[in-house]
Each structure stands twice: as C-alpha cells, then as structure tokens.
C-alpha cells in the first residue's frame, strides 16, 4: 500500500480510458462512420469520374480525417469533467503532464488508429493509385497523433462550456492545417512517384514538438476550466 | 492553514478576513446558509480554486478531497472505480478494496457496471475511499449527501476514528455532527472560528 509508480499510474489511466472507451463501442464507430459517409459523398459531388477522384483522393482523404479527429476530441474530458473525475486527477500527486498524455494517447488509439487502419479500404473507394496508399497509412499515423495532441488542448480549454464544440473548431483548426500541408503532400508525393519520406519526416518532427508542448497547454487548460 | 481568506463573488462579499489553521485532531464543520461560500472554501483549501480569492492558503502532507460529484464513472464496475481512481492516491490490493467496498454496504456489488446503481450507491462508491485513504486530511464537501441514517452514522463514527488517530476532517453539512469528539464550528456569516 504505497503510490504507485508514475509509470504503472499512466498504464493504469490508459487502460482506464480504453477499457471506457470499449464499453461505448458507439464513440470508437461514430467517427469512423462519418468518415466512411463523407469519402462516399464526394463521388456523388464531384462526378464518378475515376480519374478525377484519383487527383483529389489524397486532399479528400485527409480532410475527412480531419475533421472526424474534430468531431471526437471534444469529448476526451467531457465526462470527467462533468462527474468529477477531473478534479480528482488535478489533486493527484502524480505528474499531470504524463496523465494528460496518457488520455490523449487513448484517444488516439481508438480513433486515428483505427482510421489510419481502415484508411486504404477507403483509398480504394476514391480510386487512389496502389503506390499512394502505403504514404496515406503512414501520414495518418503520425499526424493523427500530432492532430489528437493539439486538439487535447482545445478540449481542455472548451471542457467547461455547455455548447464548446464550435469554439473548439476555431481554436484549434488553424493548428491543425500545417498537419494537413504536409499530410496530404506526403500523399500526392507517393502518387507522383516521387519519396514520400521527407514529408513524414515533417510529421515526425511536428509529432515530436506536439508531444513535449501540447501536454503543458492541456494541464494548464484544465486548471483553468476546472478553476473557473 | 488558510490566512486572512477573502471571497468575492458577483459582486458580494462572501467573506473577509478568514484565518485558521487545522491541526491533527480536529473536526472543522463549515456553517453558512446556501450560497455562503462553503464549497468554494473547501475548493480553495483543496487547491482547485487558485484564483479569485485573496490570501494565502498553505498545506502540508497529502489529503483527501471529496466534492459534489461523486467522481464514479457509470461504465465501470465499482472495484474498477477505486483500483484505476484517477486520483493516483495509492495502490490498492483487491482485498482492501473489496473491505472499503463492504465496509460501506455495497458487498455483492463489487463487479456490475456502476450505471445500474443508484446515486446514493454512487456516493458510497465514492465514501469508499476514505476507508482506503491514508490521506491526515480529509477535505469533505456535504458527505451526507444521498446517504442513509445508519450510513451516516457509520460516516460519523469514521470520522471519530480518523481525528482520534491524528487525522483531520474539515466537513460541509446541513445536518447536525452527532460525533464522540469536539467539533469545531466554522460559521462563514461570521468569519472567525471560536
């Protein structure tokens, strides 16, 4: 009977969350759902034109992404927020940064995961050459990270507010689009046939950045919206 | 220790010039009509509210903060609740857990998901972690809140047994504290402790 470990606390919040998560299989489908509703309406838009589709494939692709990332970050506190949970974690004595990261990596676990794993089923649907799809999985792993990391901070700060979902939009969209600059590029890169690499190497760095700066920008959202 | 604790809020003053300290041994029962600040003193004292207020609050050693939510999450079972409680307070063994559990009526309870409880069970979930808590402090905002006579009597008796071992409680409460120790009164319309 002794504080655990910051390692096995972490462990234990991860598994807390999937285990969550897991029992609400609607919040792990929903987003995939939506993504999967949406690449099928651009055929419809923008004409069935093979061709056509193949050159706005990578754009389409990580756009929808985008914006399924969207619909789900604003619920990573919610519930904790609104039963208390929250409060508690802010008085623990474990490092809050490491908690917060543990939440975030739940996250993306079963949302950008699992859509960068369904992703080439989708590609296929938009037509996107064989040689892209390999780039496309790779870009949405690395950047949904980065995009579940900085919408962390938007969920902290919107956590308080009854209807923050459209504020959310605006604080955090302008962050995201450097992630859809390079993702989308490492994409047309592949189809072109010239090395995606460089720009996964972007991501990576943005991933990296995202992961020691993102976290002090959520605790410190939290505190204020549990403070206020 | 809180020194010289000002609270303003909407543009009234809910209290000025609030000093105490509490020490090992001592129940503190915060008074005060609805809206007299009682939670958003315990709030300060726990460190959630850091801003808005004037003065300084110091603590010592860890403590136990239970608030209005009860902070039990409806899709997991209540042994889950307390084994991976977000609050990284300890770690607990099945068995001590399983003791809190039936130490507050819910043995037999300890495996369903927690949504098909009532909220009076949610509490005690809640009020479980006192029984494993090692925290001297104990910071408790209403804990009779949707809880049964003998349950809050058995509350009050665990209260007794805290203060006697050299913990504190410092309590919010509408009802009257029926408990073998010296009770501190904290009325907040009149800001001293007597």
Known sequence: MNTPGTALFCARLLRRQLVLAARRPVDIGNPLLFFAMVVALFPLGLGPAPDTLADFAPGILWIVALLSNLLT????????????????????????????????????????????????????????????????FFSLLLGTAVLSLVGGIGAALTVGLRRGGMLISLLILPLYMPVLIFGSAAVKAAVSGSPAAPYLAILGAMLSLAVALAPIATAAGLRISVDA | MAEDLSLERGGRQLFTGLSFAVRPQQVILVEGANGAGKTSLIRILAGLSRYGFEGRVARHGPMLYLGH??????????????????????QYTDDEIEAALSRVGLHGYEDVLSHTLSAGQHRRVNLARLYLSRSPLWLLDEPFTAIDVSGVAELQSLFAAHVKQGGAVVLTSHQALNIDHQVSRLDLSAGVLP
Request: a negative charge.
């Open chain 1, 73 to 136: 970050s604003d619920g990573v506190f919610r519930s904790d927020f609104d039963d208390g949970s929250l409060e508690q974690l802010l008085l623990s004595p474990q490092p809050l940064y490491l908690s917060v990261l543990a939440y975030v990596c739940a996250h993306w676990l079963v949302t950008g995961l699992l859509l960068a794993l369904v992703s080439p089923v989708f590609a296929l649907m938009l037509n996107l050459p064989a040689t892209g799809i390999v780039a496309l």
């Open chain 2, 69 to 90: 939510h009860s902070a039990v999450k409806a899709l997991l079972t209540p042994r889950e609740n307390l084994a991976w409680h977000v609050s990284g307070e300890s």
